[in-house]
């Protein structure tokens, strides 16, 4: 039997660690390991507790969020903890920074409750979670990049994860990635384990960005698909 998604809230507030801890704590298959103030307060926790998932504040004393998730996500012992970045402040270059540090997620902290419990559940289950118009930003990002010369997928992929990585990049979940190959969930999940393993990914976050580094996706193909 498995336990409740342990969650770590690191923000330097006390009322709103409280009204996380609230949330997360009210919430089924959710609970709250530990608490942290400070970005070093939110590594060490980090290392003592294990947490499946950090809440991560960017602005803190001791060490800001981005350090700190930079930390967590570069020690071997922390490899199963997922990063979840709460801002509120939706700045593009804390986007960059955190995505650069590791967070499988930005999440401002004007989320309704049930948005917030249900990216705490798609962060511990590997998927990237952004706000809504905050990845079409990020992804404008590349747009000032040089594009590479030809849209190929990294030598190490099949065909076949070349496909998915694409479809991941475009912005689908595994239930339109399933639709539109014809194949089972359980074999699109078998495919990006595969893409994280041959890329050293941590989740779909750096997925999203690996297919767009390979010239798999432009902003122009993922607007078309949004309004199709």
């Avoid at 947490?51 to 199963?80: F, K, N, S």
């Avoid at 952004?130 to 990020?138: H, N, S």
């Avoid at 890329?199 to 607007?223: F, N």
Wanted: glycine residues 10%.
């Amino acid at each position: 039997m498995t336990g409740p998604v342990r969650v770590l809230v690191a923000d330097d507030q006390p009322l709103i660690r409280h009204s996380l801890r609230l949330v997360i704590d009210g919430a089924p298959g959710l609970a709250v390991a530990g608490e942290a103030g400070t970005g070093e307060g939110a590594f060490e926790r980090a290392l003592a507790l294990r947490p499946d998932v950090v809440l991560m504040d960017i602005r803190m004393p001791g060490g800001d969020g981005i350090e700190a998730t930079r930390r967590i996500t570069g020690h071997p012992d922390l490899a199963a903890t997922r990063v979840l970045v709460l801002s509120m402040f939706e700045l593009d270059e804390y986007v960059r920074a955190a995505l650069g540090a590791g967070a499988s997620g930005f999440l401002l902290k004007d989320a309704e409750p049930a948005r917030l419990v249900d990216a705490v559940a798609r962060t511990h289950a590997g998927e990237s979670l952004f706000a809504p118009d905050i990845l079409g930003r990020f992804v404008a990002h590349y747009l000032e990049r040089p594009a590479p010369p030809a849209a190929r997928g990294p030598r190490v992929l099949t065909g076949r994860e070349t496909e998915v990585l694409t479809l991941v990049g475009r912005g689908l979940s595994n239930h339109d990635i399933a639709a539109a190959l014809t194949i089972s969930i359980g074999t699109v999940k078998t495919h990006i384990g595969n893409l994280l393993a041959k890329l050293h990914a941590r989740d779909r976050a750096q997925l999203v960005i690996a297919a767009y580094e390979h010239g798999l996706v432009s902003a122009r193909s993922r607007d078309r698909d949004r309004r199709g």
